[in-house]
């Protein structure tokens, strides 16, 4: 059978539509944040979330609770704690998110040693096992992604005002730190909810990979959002298949279409230049 043919077999499994769908939206989330963390120089905060959310599913699995329910209030209080660190204990963003990051890792190192029994789900959610996802989570993921776009695209000119240049922002007028806090908010609920897809550890390779790939071959900042999303998802489409026509790990298979992605797109780039 060829790709094609096993990709049109694959669809008849619901487990791989839903697998798509929620990868997708998952996915435009992270293209859309990702820009603007990128270009502030900020992506960093998406691997300190990602080592805050092992220490959140680490504690849901020891209290028996929804690993998603858990994770998205704890990780916003983690990005939270952030941003005070940045703000009263006048540390950089890089420091700041070390600290926090370190922290939830030991907790969550300590909580998986001293509950035993749960090492294998714990393990699904380091590495992402998108294709067993539950229909309650298809359909919490589906509501909260479809908000998270929603509130990016109402507050896009705002967001792209602070990305742009903050102190400028707000001597125009601009709510700079509701806008620092927003940002923060909508990036813990797309790594709460990217967990399932790629897992912890992989997590915030889906908000870099898209954003540095499109401003290889990008001209302006909407450009840059448009050609991120759409390689985000087709990333998505791309790695869900392979993954199941291989029979290899999904959340490694996408990052590694992302990364070659990127190569392609850096090529393109040195070749104009030369």
Request: proline share 1%.
């Amino acid at each position: 059978m060829t790709y094609i043919e096993l990709a049109f077999e694959a669809l008849q499994y619901d487990f791989i539509r839903r697998a798509l769908l929620v990868g997708s939206l998952i996915a435009l989330c992270c293209a859309f944040l990702g820009t603007f963390l990128v270009l502030r120089k900020l992506s960093m905060i998406g691997d300190g979330l990602a080592h805050v959310s092992f220490a959140t599913v680490a504690l849901a699995l020891l209290l028996s609770a929804s690993p998603l329910l858990v994770s998205i209030p704890l990780v916003i209080l983690a990005s939270f704690a952030i941003l005070g660190l940045s703000e009263k204990a006048e540390l950089h963003g890089d420091a700041a998110i070390g600290l926090v990051s370190s922290f939830s890792i030991a907790v969550g190192v300590l909580i998986a040693s001293i509950a035993k029994g749960f090492n294998v789900d714990l393990m699904s959610y380091l590495f992402g096992s998108i294709l067993v996802i539950s229909q309650s989570d298809v359909i919490i993921s589906v509501a909260l992604s479809v908000v998270v776009l929603v509130i990016v695209v109402f507050f896009f000119n705002s967001l792209f005002a602070v990305t742009y240049d903050e102190e400028f922002a707000r001597v125009m007028g601009f709510n700079t730190r509701f806008l620092n806090y927003l940002i923060a908010v909508l990036t813990s609920i797309t790594i709460a909810l990217g967990i399932r897809v790629v897992g912890t550890m992989l997590i915030s390779s889906l908000i870099v990979f898209p954003t540095v790939t499109a401003l290889q071959v990008a001209k302006g900042f909407k450009m840059t959002i448009v050609i991120s999303a759409f390689v985000s998802v087709a990333c998505v489409i791309i790695g869900v298949f392979t993954s199941y026509i291989l029979n290899l790990p999904t959340g490694a298979t996408i990052v590694l279409a992302n990364a070659v992605t990127f190569a392609l797109s850096f090529s393109i780039r040195r070749l104009r230049i030369v």
